[in-house]
């Protein structure tokens, strides 16, 4: 943690210039950011898994206490008020006391509904950023999540400080160790529900800490983008595994995918040519690189790996333009990483909110942003054999698919590869692969 204090200091300090110059520009006295309150279920006496704005785990990594509120002006030490009730239900959180503590006047919250007498005193003065806009109304809050301040976050969320992408790389290590264990647990006959215990066993994170459910999927369930089902039962015949599945650490996500072939064959030669396409993709990434023209490129690729073998038939351009292509690769390159799995601003031209969109061929790209140094972003080319898809083709696209090989490659699902890459001034950093999982 030596380092991370270290790098900690500047962080904490461009968070705080951040505030100071979107406080001067919007005339608001500061912010107030709430880390968020339990959501009961319905008809129950059970919380939803608690899962903490985003906004309030950028100052600090308090990750499973709600009642918590972060003060700040950008001029003076930020508060942090630590929820801590009287409760012998439930553990109470131990007061912080870490390597970014120091950095925050620390005051303690018993009681959820006295937060008023830590607020401060000209509270209409003030930004509340946050989900329970109920509450913001009652304090007296005026400005709840502007929009010129919320942009302003958003675009600025792009540019990680040393700090985060420090996190980042941590997150990246810890993920790595995972998927290798449920590589080997893949190779060794589990189901999809016994590789994804061992991965978490791997991790040391459950369900509810990982960033986003993952993705666990044997044979044809690997076409299916977002499979979560988690069979209990081996499948007859073991072909294929897909796993797109992360680990936080500090509040910061990984997003990784890798797809397996059980066997040697056609379909592993395609995930061997899939890989060389998401690497040639990676190097093309450097600031002032458009994400859109590198979305663009990975479809010619794929057209030329459905060429190569024996997919489809006719020119790269034909395959592209009658989308085919869009077909067996339908999501986008991938997308913004950070606080969150996709995370803000992948759409945000300028501090204003300036909105640049996907284009109309590939409405599915999460990220539209010209590159520049200190973005993360994953890289995620992919090829499915998607019945749904194909079958909304046109005929005279129907007629240049090799509906064979289609058949052939069916039972396996498809392929997803994914690294989580660094951008920064004179090269990239594949975190990814450079903790280990290369293949």
């Not at 906004?55 to 002006?73: E, R, S, Y």
């Not at 058949?407 to 699902?413: A, I, M, N, Q, S």
């Amino acid at each position: 943690m030596e380092q991370l204090a270290h790098l900690y200091h500047a962080h904490i300090g461009e968070l705080n210039r951040r505030v100071a110059d979107i406080c001067q520009r919007e005339n608001i006295s500061g912010l107030v950011i709430h880390s968020g309150q339990p959501h009961r279920q319905f008809l129950d006496d059970l919380n939803y898994p608690f899962k903490v704005n985003p906004q309030f785990k950028a100052w600090l990594p308090i990750l499973d206490t709600p009642n918590c509120w972060v003060i700040a002006n950008g001029q003076d030490k930020p508060t942090l008020v630590f929820y801590r009730p009287v409760d012998f239900w439930h553990k109470v959180n131990d007061v912080p006391q870490a390597f970014w503590t120091e950095h925050f006047n620390i005051q303690l919250l018993t009681k959820p509904d006295r937060i008023a007498d830590y607020l401060p005193k000209n509270i209409a003065s003030w930004a509340y950023i946050g989900e329970y806009l109920d509450v913001a109304d009652v304090l007296g809050f005026t400005a709840r999540n502007p929009d010129a301040v919320m942009n302003y976050l958003h675009f600025h969320r792009a540019d990680k400080t040393q700090y985060e992408l420090e996190c980042m790389r941590g997150a990246n290590k810890i993920a790595v160790k995972g998927h290798l264990a449920a590589k080997n647990a893949f190779y060794n006959g589990a189901s999809e529900f016994e590789i994804q215990q061992c991965y978490l066993l791997e991790i040391g994170q459950g369900e509810n800490d990982v960033p986003y459910g993952n993705i666990v999927a044997l044979n044809q369930n690997a076409a299916i983008l977002h499979y979560t089902a988690l069979e209990h039962a081996k499948p007859a015949q073991r072909l294929s595994f897909l796993i797109d599945a992360g680990a936080n650490f500090q509040g910061y996500a990984a997003d990784i995918t890798r797809t397996y072939s059980f066997e040697k064959n056609r379909f592993y030669e395609l995930i061997v040519a899939l890989d060389k396409v998401q690497l040639s993709i990676i190097e093309q990434m450097r600031p002032g690189v458009k994400y859109v023209d590198l979305h663009i490129a990975t479809h010619e690729h794929i057209a030329q790996l459905l060429i190569d073998f024996g997919l489809a038939n006719g020119t790269v351009e034909q395959l592209v333009s009658q989308g085919i292509t869009s077909a067996f690769f339908p999501h986008g390159l991938g997308h913004m990483l950070g606080l969150q799995v996709h995370d803000m601003g992948g759409y945000t031209h300028d501090e204003r909110g300036t909105h640049i969109a996907a284009p109309e061929a590939h409405p599915f790209l999460r990220c539209t942003r010209v590159l520049a140094a200190n973005q993360v972003l994953t890289i995620e080319p992919g090829l499915y054999i998607i019945d749904t898809l194909l079958e909304q083709l046109s005929s005279t696209a129907k007629h240049a698919i090799n509906w064979k090989v289609v058949d052939e490659l069916r039972p396996f699902g498809g392929i997803r590869i994914e690294d989580n890459v660094i951008v920064h001034h004179n090269r990239v950093e594949n975190m990814t692969r450079e903790f280990g999982l290369v293949d």
